[in-house]
Every structure is written in C-alpha cells, then in structure tokens.
C-alpha cells in the first residue's frame, strides 16, 4: 500500500502554503525575487493541478509538475511526513503576523509592508492606519501624500467587509459537518454539540464553535480536518483545530474529556458577557469556574460537572438556556426563578404570512397549503404582494377576487385545515396603502410592509409605519425595519414610537423568520412585548421549505425573552379568527 500522508492535504493547501512562503521570503529578503517568483508559479500549478498532490507524492512524481524543482518538492515532502514544514515556521517566527496581514489591504503588496515594519515598526493593521493618518507614510521613500491617502482608503474598504456570516448560512454547514463526525464510532465521539454563537442562535456568526466529548481525539480531528465542507486547514492541535471552509468561514473543533462536557460546553457557548457574570456569582460562592471545572477556592478541590445542568446546579440556579446567555438580566432572573417560559417551535399552530405564484412565490395556493397542513398547522394566510411594489408581479382587485374563490374551494376540502386569504399591501411613499379599504375589508388579514424608500429620514419612515398601523383594516407589520441582514441595514425607523401606537391600537409586529431578515430582531422583540405589543412569528415562505425558517423566527423570540402568550400564531384557530373579526 501507498505511504499515507499524515494529514490528507489537498492541493489549494499547498498551494496556500507556498503562497505564504513566496510573500514571507519577499517581506524578510530570506531569499532574492528570483526565488520568490518560484514560489508563487509552483504554487499556481499546484494549485491547478488535474491530480491529487498526495497521490503525486505517493508515486515519486512531485517534480514532474511545472515549477516544482528539487527543493519545492522536498518541502511538500516534509509536509506530508510531518504535517509541518520547518522552513515556514523559521520565517513565521521572523515576520510578525500583523505585517502578513497587511498584505489583505488593496494596494499594499510585500514591499510596502517591509517598508512600513522596517522603517517605522509597524506591525498590525491597526497600527499602520494610525501612522497614515498622522502622515508618517507620506515621507517614506516611494511614498508620498497621495499613497498615503491610498492606503487609508485600502483600510476602509477592508474593515467595511462583513466579518459576520448570518446565521442563515453557517448553522446548515455546522449540522452537515456535525452529522458527518457523529458518522465516527460512538466511543470515539461520545458527545457532540454545537457551541459559540450558532448554538445560541445569534443572527451572525464570527465563527463556528464544535465541541466533541472523547477519549480519543485523534481520529475525531483527522476526520474533522478533511470533510468536504473544508478548503484549508489552519491549525491541528491536540484538543484544537482549526479550519477555515470554503465559504471563508472559520470553524474551531474542540475535544473535551467526557467527565469535564458540562463545564467546557457552558464555557465555549459563552457568550463572553454571560460566562464572565457567571464566573463573579461563582468567586462570590467561594468556587472558581473555568472551562475544566468548578474549584472551591480555598481547598483548591475540583468538582467535575459532566453535564451543564451540574454546573447551573451547583451554583444554585436552574439550566439557563443558551439563546438567553447574552448577560441581559438571565442570571438575576434565574437566581428568582423568574426565567421566562420561552416560546417553542411547537408552539405555534398556524402561520400568518406566504406567497405564492400570485406574486413572487414559487408554488400554487394549494401547494403551499398542503405543505402547511402535512407539518401539522391548522392554519395558513396566503399573503402575496399587492401591486404597487414595481419589482414583482403583485395581487389587486381582480386577482384578489380569484383568489378567494381558489381558497373557498380548498377550504371545503378540510376539517383539520383552514386557508386564510390576506395580503402582503404596500405602504406607499405618504403612507398610505396601495389597495382600497374597500378591497382590505374583504380579506382575512391584511399585512403591511413598507419596501420602498427606506432611506427616507426618521420622522417619513416612522409616520409610513404608523399610518399603515392606523388604518383599520391593518392586523399586521411585516418586517418592520425593512434591514437585510449582510445588505442593507433597516431604515431609521422609530421603533419606540411604532410599538407604542401599535399597543394602543391593538396592532400586532412581525418577527419575519427569513434567516437573512430576522426583523424584528431579538432586542427589538423583547421591547416590543415589554411594551405590550403582541407578535406573530412569521415564515414569510415563499415555497414549502420556506417553513423551515420559522426555527430562525423562534430563536430569534427566545433571544427576546418572548412567551407564548405574546405571540398570536400560537393561538388556536377560532380564538385568531375572533381577533381577526375584531374589525367587523
Ligand atoms: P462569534 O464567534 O464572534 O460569533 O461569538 P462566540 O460567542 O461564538 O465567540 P468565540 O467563538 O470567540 O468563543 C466561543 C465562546 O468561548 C464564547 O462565546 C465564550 C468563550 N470565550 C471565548 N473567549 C473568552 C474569554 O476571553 N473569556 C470568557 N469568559 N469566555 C470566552
Ligand atoms: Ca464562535
Ligand atoms: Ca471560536
């Protein structure tokens, strides 16, 4: 059999690796131009290679790819042996990791960033924007005002990227890679979970936290490290790995004895705020609370908690779910027992917002209802577009007419089901709506949503808001600030002011559970309910597997403390339908 490689490298690997060799040469002067040169072209081949550098190197034949000399290939022979390649490390411990950082900002290449470590001791990005904006670049030889000026504007552009991934899209590849490492034998992996962010359902995740709890780390970690979802791996540590997906996603693999899961789990879910009161409420209870134990400080005896329900337990409070560990009041109100009883995706017996071909879906009436009944909902409203939105084609009179006829007929169908026929209507730019109240006054529910405009300043924004809540005909406000999460923050709405009319009124606000909406968010929802404003966790599908998204609308209540009181979908049939004839 072939000779196994220690780590199962793909060939962008490598090719990275010679990459950051060719720039780290460039920035120390190790070597001359020439040299670097070679280090990006065998890096560019390898990187395009038909074939799999590992099998390459199984069959003697690294240097029979172009630009792979006899050095290049003793290198990649290192790596496959060792894992490591002592001649990167030499060069790492030589340039300071923040100089290798700059070479992200547009304009600055390996010259420039030896010039700024050189001759002015920068070594972070950080650092290099507070000497351009003293104008310390300026006089630097090949510099001058105007690069100056550059290299300030390459740092904006560079910080404006979005850091955050929404949630929407890292929580599906956190469970894929999840399920793909529970694949490995249940004594290698005796536990897994998700932890970080994604575990308490943030909106955004800076990275993905998994733990596993095992005896034996090393086949979890090579597993890990080669999953498809992986393009690079950064860091292969015992306990630790580290790898970065396709996607640019980092995701961080931690291995935690079976005996300390609970105190490491409660650790790495974090958040930060929350492990930080937690670790203050245990000090003042004489214990020291780490990621490894509880320790009574003055014996030094550690008390291993297996579980996290030991480790709330110990300290003398009830299991604090995740989605509320943001240090916003959760531990006071766990020391009280005042913890709210959260809402659950069980909870919710109907759904209040959809679309369909009418407008911009993608499936028929009939086809969106079946796929709410068979997930055990007892009711669906059929909401699509008014006219007036410009962009898709929207429901008016005429279609509205039709369209009740088609939920007349389906309605007679069931006794365990009911189509409810409403509208998504447009509130125009004085804020008034794009359908008569005569043509609102016939449907089931009316939904509001503002889509254009909102740039406009607060005092607009916020009076369209409110005089769409003030039409009578009006139940609800779909996706109230109008933000797209990673695109396009939510107008300057006054959502204080919007909550306060809409308890007065009766009205009820959408949390919209499109992962990349999100609206209202978790903060906003938990003032809203403060203020008394009843809620509708909506799906906003567009086609059945848009009812999946209503997890995100959940979490995102849970993240806002909300009940199941609060939230008008969890309500039985006849009890909306009598808020809904509320308005004759
Ligand atoms: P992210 O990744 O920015 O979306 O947010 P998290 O919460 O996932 O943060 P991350 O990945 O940096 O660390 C995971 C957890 O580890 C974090 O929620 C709490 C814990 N943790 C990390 N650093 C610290 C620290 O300095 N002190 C304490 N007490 N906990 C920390
Ligand atoms: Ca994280
Ligand atoms: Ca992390």
Redesign the pocket.
Known sequence: MAEQPVRPWTNSEIADIFDRIGDLVEISEKEGPFQVRAYHRAADNIRHLDGDIVRIWQEGALEEIPGVGKAIAKKIDELMRTGRLHFLEELEKEVPPGVLDMLQIPGVGPKKARLFWKSLGITSIEELKKAAEAGKLRTLPGMGAKSEAKILEGIAILQSLPD?IPLGEARPLAERMIEQLRELDEEVVEKISL????R?W?E??????ILVASTTPGPVMDKFSSLPEVAEVMLKGETKTSVRLHNGLQV?LRVLEPKRWGTGLQ??????AH??AL?NLALDQGWSLSEYALKRVDTGQEKLCPTEEEVYETLGLPWIPPELREDRGEIKAAMEGKLPRLLKLSDLRGDLHSHTTWSDGSHTIEQMAEAARSRGFSYLAITDHSTGLGVVSGVGESELEEQRRIVDELNSRWSDFRLLLGVEVEVMADGSLALSDEVLSRLDVVIAAVHSGLNQDRDTLTGRAISALRNPHVDILAHPTGRLLGKRKGGDFDMEAIFREAAKLGKVIEVNSSPWRLDLNDVLVRRAVELGVKISIDSDAHKPSGFDDLIYGVKTARRGWVEPENVINTWPLDKVIAWLERRG
């Open positions: 955050r932890a970080g962010s994604a308490r943030r955004t995740v800076g990275d993905l936290d961080d650790y790495f879910t974090g958040s930060k492990n930080i670790r």
